[in-house]
């Protein structure tokens, strides 16, 4: 019962979002200003800087690997399956509205599933980076879910360039255009066309490189 509950209320939380969602992007899509620090609480997509594909999870695990919940980049942008919850890091409250600094560590929850932006070492499928999958019950896992986030020029804004690295093993966020197909995917892959998304060694890297896209940002304390 207590699931299902909590099924329920992430459902109804969702359609809120998403009807802010669709009212903000057709009113301020010119005006990035607009509550234009992203904060604690606030509900985004990330979009990859390079290609154009955002940051994307769903209830399908890696068919290798550390068998956790897979991690893509995706080209639907309607899909609420590309929602993240920014939060504290593990262990760390971070209120509602509370603005995220430069340098600072985070989580980023998949809103749907209620599991954390992971990574570990193992390897990416395709190829053969670092995995990225999603961890975690209850939007609770442990440090492996942790971030730091840095913006470009330092700041961190709706519509701002950012980079995210992990903290315990110093990866960054990364994304290229190598895709899963029926060759290395299977012909009943569940993840088709979608796009590999990598912890990556290398810092100055121009894959590294995402957009803080439409979504619901909470307005700063």
Do not use: M
């Not at 329920?8 to 234009?36: C, G, K, Q």
């Not at 940051?55 to 991690?71: A, C, E, N, P």
């Not at 804004?157 to 299977?186: A, D, E, I």
Request: charged content about 20%; glycine content about 10%.
């Amino acid at each position: 019962a207590g699931g299902s509950a909590v099924r329920i209320a992430r459902a109804l939380w969702l359609v809120v979002v998403l009807l802010a969602i669709v009212h903000r992007s057709a009113a301020d899509d010119d005006d990035l200003t607009e509550y234009p620090e992203i904060t604690c609480g606030s509900v985004i997509k990330l979009q990859h800087e390079g290609t154009g594909f955002l940051l994307h999870s769903h209830d399908v695990k890696w068919g290798s690997g550390s068998t956790q919940q897979s991690v893509t980049a995706h080209t639907n942008r309607d899909d609420f399956n590309s929602l993240w919850v920014v939060r504290g890091a593990h262990g760390v409250e971070c209120r509602q509205g509370k603005v995220v600094r430069d340098g600072q560590t985070i989580r980023l929850t998949h809103h749907s599933t209620g599991r954390n932006l992971h990574s570990h070492a193992h390897q990416s499928p395709l190829s053969r980076q670092q995995e990225i999958s999603c961890y975690g019950d209850n939007r609770e896992g442990d440090q492996g879910d942790d971030w730091i986030i840095t913006g470009e020029g330092g700041k961190l804004r709706r519509g701002g360039k950012l980079r995210l690295q992990h903290v315990v093993t110093q990866r960054w966020l990364h994304s290229h255009s190598q895709r899963f197909t029926h060759q290395n995917c299977g012909q009943q892959c569940p993840i088709l066309g979608q796009q590999e998304v990598t912890g990556f060694r290398e810092e100055n890297d121009i894959n590294n490189w995402w957009t803080s896209a439409e979504g619901f940002y909470f307005p700063a304390e």
